[in-house]
């Protein structure tokens, strides 16, 4: 009987705590606390990785590319369960799923900058065609931001618009080398650099010899 009573006490008192407007309030902002650092610890490896697509110029997001990990992973795992091929396997897609985001970056990044090497030449031959005829350095870069094709009409327009806002054309260069860590790309900048301090006859002979070294 003492039992069953403090049982019974025990339980009215604690449907008199949980009723309570206090710890309903305080569970819940405890809950809440909880949840939104899941969500904040979740979108900042999402931004973090969005703002990585972004600055590479591709339109997938973080979501996109994690959809496309699971399906690949999904297919794997079932191919090895029909097909009667050793579990270790499932392990070896569900892996592969975890480490897809890094990779998937990985290959888009090479390819823009395989795709910006390739297009440099264009990009010198329109600032040489603007300082043969009189025109700044600064000028030159924004035809080759207009004219160029992407990716590298969209990497001169990042150069031409941190010089818009008042960064020099040694920083501006060092930002696009950041962006794109290629031998040909500090060449270029060096180039670019050098023929910016010096006459326009000199500038012009400097980007010549520049491409020249590039792409003989």
């Keep these: 009987v003492g039992i069953i009573t403090g049982l019974a006490v025990?339980?009215?008192l604690a449907a008199y705590y949980l009723k309570s407007d206090y710890l309903?309030?305080?569970?819940?902002k405890i809950k809440e606390e909880e949840i939104t650092w899941d969500d904040k610890k979740k979108s900042s490896k999402e931004a973090e990785m969005d703002a990585a697509l972004r600055e590479i110029g591709s339109d997938k997001t973080y979501a996109d590319i994690n959809r496309i990990g699971m399906g690949i992973m999904i297919a794997g795992i079932l191919a090895v369960v029909l097909s009667g091929l050793p579990i270790l396997l499932v392990v070896l897609f569900v892996i592969f799923y975890a480490k897809?985001?890094?990779?998937?970056?990985?290959?888009?990044r090479r390819k823009r900058m395989d795709a910006v090497q390739?297009?440099?030449?264009s990009a010198i031959e329109r600032i040489r065609q603007?300082?043969?005829?009189g025109g700044q350095m600064?000028?030159?870069?924004?035809?080759?931001?207009?004219?160029c094709k992407e990716p590298v009409?969209?990497?001169?327009?990042?150069?031409?618009?941190?010089?818009?806002t008042g960064a020099s054309m040694k920083e501006?260069?060092?930002?696009?080398?950041?962006?794109?860590?290629?031998?040909?790309?500090?060449?270029?900048?060096?180039?670019?650099?050098?023929?910016?301090?010096?006459?326009k006859e000199v500038a012009v002979q400097t980007l010549a010899m520049t491409e020249e070294i590039l792409y003989r």
């Excluded at 309903?24 to 819940?28: G, I, K, P, T, V």
């Excluded at 897809?100 to 888009?108: A, N, T, V």
């Excluded at 009409?153 to 818009?164: G, M, N, Q, T, V």
């Excluded at 860590?181 to 060449?187: A, F, I, R």
Aim: glycine share 2%; hydrophobic share 45%.
């Design 118 to 121: 390739a297009q440099l030449s």
């Design 100 to 108: 897809f985001p890094s990779l998937m970056l990985s290959h888009l």
């Design 24 to 28: 309903r309030d305080h569970f819940l």
């Design 172 to 199: 501006a260069l060092d930002n696009f080398y950041k962006r794109c860590p290629l031998p040909d790309v500090k060449m270029l900048c060096v180039g670019c650099i050098i023929s910016d301090t010096v006459s």
């Design 130 to 133: 603007v300082l043969n005829v």
């Design 138 to 147: 600064s000028q030159g870069i924004e035809e080759a931001a207009n004219e």
């Design 153 to 164: 009409a969209s990497e001169f327009r990042k150069i031409s618009i941190d010089l818009s």
């Design 10 to 12: 025990f339980c009215l």
